[in-house]
């Protein structure tokens, strides 16, 4: 054993990003490489009748312009286009027909020998279109809700559970009340990288594809079925990725047409979005919540009432876990939860950094405090009031659960005893002040997954998984993970991932890599280190001769006796045993179902925000904000907490700022550029501070990890809108809260 | 972006000649507004003459206390420059609100009064934009239009014909100081007050302003009257940077020996297709000490006639409170940028 | 309303493409013969001709920051520039601010050690252009105070929010360098 798990460690990959030299989609080169540039429809809804390109051909240099009338034959049954991440429903085509579904579907791929000049080509394309009614307001489009088709992804996204006990009639005799409608705008994802596929055409008519995706089988999945090909003909390879925050988790149509563009024309081929087109697929769903609780004047909450309704596109049911949080949270014996969806004329919306969690628990959560100020009770009190280690949306208890701590911990640092409850109550010159807290939930999810370890004859370890690392952290913690299981210094160890090649592994998404793949690390080293063991038996005359597994561990590049440490095996000698080749072991993690299913798994937070609001301009700013976490076993407390800060500004952007504005009478969203979709710049952020409190767990997965990829912005934007309720008196129930809201 | 042929001469007449023989030239000096635009297929000249060679990157203090600002000096040089900071803090402090430190470095002061709106309908060549084709209707009308103008924007038909706003942060300064836009062209020199270089879009939106085909801005010059101790630029926006105006303020005072405001300009940015002043409302402050319902009684005459279109109505109760803020910070000589959040200096 | 739009746009002249011209480039002190349009800006420039990948493209349109590079020490956006108007400049990428042996820890710039030190990435994506943009900050020499550093950082987005860490890790290297070094 080696002890780097715990260690605040920096990124194995950070001399790479920091130099320039890792390498994303846009950036890997083939020879005779062409560059696609895609076409986009003006239109939201109807037909192309005709569509003209001629002009662009005409330039020399111009190699050809794939329409829905010259494409290739391509696969045509619906289920050839479902990606791991597909909503039931017919997934989108490109270039399929003449149909357009929405505004800002791709309708052309122009092909060019240089970048610029497909942009150009593509400016000259003209297009007529036929066009058709749309409709794209969710708001007034309620009365259109349904229920929502089941299919695979709804085993993932069970709809909530049904009513229980009697809602309407203890709600109606309860002494403290609340009700109010919640809503959010659709969010993009907007990471800095812009999606992109290299496909690099190889002599044989194999592909190579650079794609920018959190799951490079997933895409070679879509490939392979897509076109037709043979797994072994299609490699995906994705070693760095520019961000995701979920947009990777469905390959994206420049991956379709990359691809259709280079089997068309035998050649390379490198298609790129454009930061406009990154508002061309899925996002965050705009959403609409009801919420109605009931308490006695004790403030236990006895009746929950949450409902939700949710867009999607025309053509795939994309659902989330929205109303099924406040029983999650809060263990009230009379429940009634609804969920359902609208189909609009816009693309499938998208998983994106806690999907649905951080729409249902900010509502949950803005709910309970205006029922604190209701009943005249503390909000932190109040939720200690209503604790409960049972999950009574499923009616289990929480593997772990040191949300109490949470609260304490958070509580004392934030000082949130000092809290005057009074609205209005703290100023500074213009600026009103205002504290707020929230609690935070995401599930802790396991998969399973596949890893391969290979010490090698110059006794270096090599660990490979097709997992991704978005900035998460993965190929830092796998080293350590693989590192300290064999008993090895980090650099000896080299972990690899993004490359479809790789031993099977989920789509990184659902803060669930640091479990799966880290449980499929273990296992392979363990695994691994017993092959070692025993061929370092065979050593002749080896001091391990008659030991048993159980009787040796791992240390300082030998494996040992526990009991005496002076009798040792260096791996190096153990792998020289192996007649000069390397030693090899692949190896599955599963998820211990039969231990998990009697628990539910989760990971939670406590948050505490202040803000200043000018009185008069309705500036907000967040000023501090404290996290604390309990979110299982920190694997490396650096890593984690880049982690949890980057939650944290998330949440103060979704509670502040980000918002895709549509506008309805074109069916388009309009502020699709860095400049008007406003995410946090440096000067927004203030002082974040990032609490880890202890928490084991044995039952979540054998690390005792729960992920935090989600956990860090789940809490923050109803701590924020709480906090801005507790310095102007207004209760903003529509996010984002811009300033015009404020006045 | 279309393709372009490009060249680089080194004096002015030179470049004037150019442009002037070209069909549809364009000069580029920063080109952080002109590139922008060409990838968005919004601009489409054929021919760019690159002006960065010229001799226009001086800062010269003029005889009778003003100061000339070459075109081609970056907004960061300007804003930074000795003079201006003593000077013309306020100009300063403009152009340190807009945008952000690299284009800054880029953007050059000449290019900066050319800067076109950052209507979304303009950018987006699949909608409807009067500006951009004329005839063709304004999206943002009926549209998403929390950025519009919500002043100036009558047109002599009833409905408007562009509602775009002015983007730039410094030219609001620019209109408070009263500076003079110094330009050579085909028929020669000639100078225009920074009042008549923006125009309201009234039947011609496509018009940002009043300079004729073929004119260089060489300088701009800022008259002898500083406003070095009683002003501010408050600007109100949707982060805390790198973001354009909702609505920006520009206040410049002198005071008398007694406290007496002798002389009051107020400029507004984000409100209309070029920065906004009324002199009347101005007058009202002429004489008079601070006082809350006169500076509220000046806001209110500052945005009469204004009007909303939907999304953008905010900004009229915006506005008002803004000014009367600014006012209040001018006055009191306390030049922040309606930021009391600040932490002291620690490196 | 419904407006309509006119089906072709105004008055463009016939597609043409001007030819391209050999421009040079010094980037990082290396001269760099590149064949180029006008059209091609120093990002593309840098990125797909002198295969230079280090500076990212994030927007394109000056919007986020990623293509940060230094030219004549200040920085830049290099999405918003041509690279024929660079011809004869100073060109400094994220490639040039190590010295000798990027392997070699030693040899990275004070800067790029800060931000593996203060984990000040998460992606990486904006990283480069958040050092060109830190190293141009301290070559301008105005911030004084940390909410400076955080003003004048602000023209480079990164979503995966590690502000906090960039600025702690500009702020530290800042205390050290010697005032007028
Ligand atoms: C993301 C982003 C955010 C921004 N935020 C702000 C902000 O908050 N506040 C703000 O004020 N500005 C902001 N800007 C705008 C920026 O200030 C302008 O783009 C810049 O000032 C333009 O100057 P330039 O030298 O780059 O002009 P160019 O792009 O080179 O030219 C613009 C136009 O002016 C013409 N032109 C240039 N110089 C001359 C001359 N001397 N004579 C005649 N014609 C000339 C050109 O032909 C062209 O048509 C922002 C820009 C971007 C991209
Ligand atoms: S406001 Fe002006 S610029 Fe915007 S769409 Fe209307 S006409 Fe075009
Ligand atoms: S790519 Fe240049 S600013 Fe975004
Ligand atoms: S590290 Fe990912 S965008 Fe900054």
Redesign the interface.
Known sequence: MSNYIGKPLSRVDGVAKVTGKAKYAAEFDAPDLTYGYVVSSTITKGRITHIETSEALSLPGVLSVITHENRPKIAWLDMSYKDQDAPPGSPFRPLRDNKISYSGQPIALVVAETFELARYAASLIRVDYREAPHETNLDTNLHRARKPKSGLASLLKPPPPKPRGNFDEVYAASPAKVEGRYSHSPEHHNPMEMFASTVVYEKDGKLTIYDKTQGAQNSQLYVTQAFNMSFSDVRVISPFVGGAFGSGLRPQYQLFLAVMAARELKRSVRVTLTRQQMFTFGHRPATIQNIALGADSNGKINAIYHDAVGETSQFEDYTEIVPTWSPMIYPAENVTLDYKIVPLDVFTPLDMRAPGGVTGVPAIETAIDEMAYELGIDPLELRLINYSDRNMAEDKPFSSKELRECFRQGAERFGWAKRNPKPGSMRDGHNLIGWGMSTGMWEANQMPARAEAVLTVNGKLRVTSATADIGTGTYTIMTQIAADTLGMPMEDVLFKLGDSDMPLAPIEGGSWTAATVGSAVKVVCEELGRKLFKLAQKIPGSPLAKAKWDDVEFVDKHIRLKQNPAAAVSLQQAVDQNGGAAVWQKSTSLPAMMKQKNYSRAAHSAVFVEVMVDEDLGTIRVTRAVSAIAGGKILNPKTARSQIIGGMVWGISKALEEESVMDHTIGRFMNHSLAEYHVPVNADIHDLDVIFVEEHDDIVNPLGVKGLGEIGIVGMPAAIANAVFHATGKRIRELPITLDKIL | MNSFSYSRPDDVNAAVGEISEQTQAKFIAGGTNLLDLMKENVEHPQHLVDINHLPLGFIDELPEGGLRLGALVTNADTAYHELVQKNYPLLSMAILAGASPQLRNMATNGGNLFQRTRCYYFYDTATACNKREPGSGCGALTGYNRIHAILGTASSGNTPQCIATHPSDMCVALRALDAVVRVSGPNGDRTIPIADFHRLPGDEPERDNTIEPGELVTAIDLPAEHFNTHYTYLKLRDRASYAFALVSVAVALRLDEGGQIAEARIALGGVAHKPWRNPAAEALLTGKAADTTLFRQVAEQLLDGAQGYGNNTFKIELAKRAIVRALDMAYAGSTQAGDAYKQEDIL | ??????????T??A????PTQPVTLTINGTPHQLQL?????LL?AL??YA????????????????C?VLVNG????S????A??KEGDDIQ???G??TGD??N?ES?HPM??A???H?A????????GQ?C?AV??MN?G??????????????????????????DAI?EV??QTPKNA
């Open positions: 309303m419904q407006t309509t739009l006119p089906k072709q746009p105004v463009r002249p597609p043409r493409l001007v349009a006008p059209w091609t800006s593309d990125r797909e295969h230079l990948t280090g500076t990212k493209k994030g927007c394109d349109h000056g919007q986020c920051g990623a940060t200040k920085r830049i956006n999405c918003l520039t041509l024929v108007m990428t994220i490639e601010l190590a990027p392997a820890p990275l790029q050690r931000f593996i030190e984990d990435y998460q992606c990486g994506y904006c990283t480069p050092i943009s141009g900050l301008e105005h911030a004084k105070s940390r909410s400076d550093i955080q003003e004048l950082m602000s023209g480079n987005i990164c979503r995966c929010g590690a502000y906090p860490h960039i600025t702020q800042m205390q």
